[in-house]
């Protein structure tokens, strides 16, 4: 009996060593598992650029990087609109009978030979030739068409007032409204160059006016307070002080300060 308890103890003490050598090997592989499994889940995250598990980092979304706009994949700059009095030569590869130069009217619109008006004002040159080739589909089948833009209004200002040579400037670069009078001739003697008046075009019929004291940006070299002109923008240097003037006039009211001939 005592030799069997004997080796029932010693049988004991072996499986209680046995269990504790292995239970640290299977909690330490548990833990190389999950490990594992996380520095997975964090690769798989790094090369989708979208977070995991409610991470707030997205996939940059195409033609943007950072959030910012990439200007060689997506931006451009705005195509140019006909505007009436452009000249654009329209013409054929398959039918040069239908070759034409017109010139866009007053209303924005412009007579097609054998096809009748269009309206082309506010279009750009490839929604024109669409308008063309759709005006045409009667007479030619698939019509090949190309515009050509001849000539168009330049970019300009107007300068009115106590100015040496009044009239219209054409804006060739970046000019800003002392300049501009400069352009024109310079201020007179009896110019009240503390009161120049910048008009800017709201729409067809509206303004926005806006006083300047040259006098003082001249005499201080406060540059940066002087406006750049826009086409289309009209100065006005007073001879007499101007008590009171609307922050917006319509156009026929700019007779007041602006010869009509000059706009």
């Not at 548990?30 to 690769?43: C, V």
């Not at 030739?129 to 107007?158: C, T």
């Not at 067809?204 to 750049?228: F, G, I, P």
Request: hydrophobic letters at 40%; a negative charge.
């Amino acid at each position: 009996m005592r030799l069997s308890f004997t080796f029932i103890s010693v049988s004991c003490i072996e499986i209680a060593l046995l269990v504790l050598q292995c239970g640290p090997a299977v909690v330490a592989q548990e833990d190389t598992r999950k490990g594992l499994g996380e520095g997975k889940q964090t690769s798989h995250s790094s090369l989708t650029g979208a977070g995991m598990g409610g991470s707030s980092t997205t996939a940059a979304k195409p033609g943007e990087a950072d959030g910012l706009g990439n200007p060689f994949l997506g931006g451009s700059h705005p195509l140019y609109r006909l505007h009436s009095s452009d000249v654009v030569e329209i013409s054929f590869t398959l039918a040069p009978e239908f070759n034409q130069t017109l010139t866009l009217q007053p209303d924005g619109y412009v007579s097609l030979k054998d096809a009748g008006m269009v309206q082309a004002q506010g279009l750009s040159l490839q929604e024109f030739v669409d308008v063309v080739r759709k005006a045409y589909s009667g007479y030619l089948h698939d019509p090949l068409v190309a515009v050509a833009l001849k000539d168009f209004e330049r970019p300009y200002f107007v300068v009115g007032g106590d100015v040496g040579r009044p009239g219209k400037y054409e804006l060739r670069t970046d000019t800003t409204v002392a300049e501009a009078v400069e352009i024109a001739g310079g201020l007179t003697r009896d110019a009240k160059h503390s009161q120049v008046v910048l008009f800017r075009r709201v729409n067809d019929d509206l303004v926005e006016a806006r006083l300047l004291n040259l006098k003082k940006m001249l005499n201080e070299s406060q540059l940066k307070e002087d406006a750049h002109l826009r086409p289309g923008d009209m100065i006005f240097v007073p001879q007499n002080t101007i008590s009171k003037i609307a922050r917006y006039l319509t156009k026929p009211s700019l007779s007041m300060y602006m010869s009509p001939t000059q706009f």
